[in-house]
């Protein structure tokens, strides 16, 4: 089974960036998505951005849409998420997921099957 290794949160102040890498143990299938959700205290966790292995489409949350950007690295099997003009409201524990998860409900956290281990994004204000 696929492992997955996340890696780039820390501590920023409001307006700063930060990227965030998913680093996979070897390539998931081609139709698989990868996505990244984020889970603050107190919170349901919450759909942040997916990608698949091929092709351009991408999906984001409206809360983040122009301000973060998701990309892959095929050589690398590596995916990440690039966080821009962050926010208080950002802080949260960060998780990469890979599943069989298809258009309808790539945005939907119980349609992934392989989770990260979680990196903490902090964001002051």
């Known amino acids: 089974q696929v492992q997955l290794v996340e890696s780039g949160g820390g501590l920023v102040q409001a307006g700063g960036s930060l990227r965030l890498s998913c680093a996979a143990s070897e390539r998931t299938f081609t139709n698989y998505a990868m996505g990244w959700f984020r889970q603050a205290p107190g919170k349901e966790r919450e759909f942040v951005a997916a990608i698949r292995w091929t092709g351009a489409n991408t999906y984001y949350a409206d809360s983040v849409r122009g301000r973060f950007t998701i990309s892959r690295d095929n050589a690398k099997n590596t995916v990440y998420l690039q966080m821009n003009s962050l926010k208080s409201e950002d802080t949260a524990v960060y998780y990469c997921?890979?599943?069989?998860?298809?258009?309808?409900?790539?945005?939907?956290?119980?349609?992934?099957?392989?989770w990260g281990q979680g990196t903490q994004v902090t964001v002051s204000s």
């Open positions: 997921a890979t599943g069989l998860v298809y258009r309808l409900t790539i945005t939907i956290a119980t349609g992934y099957d392989v």
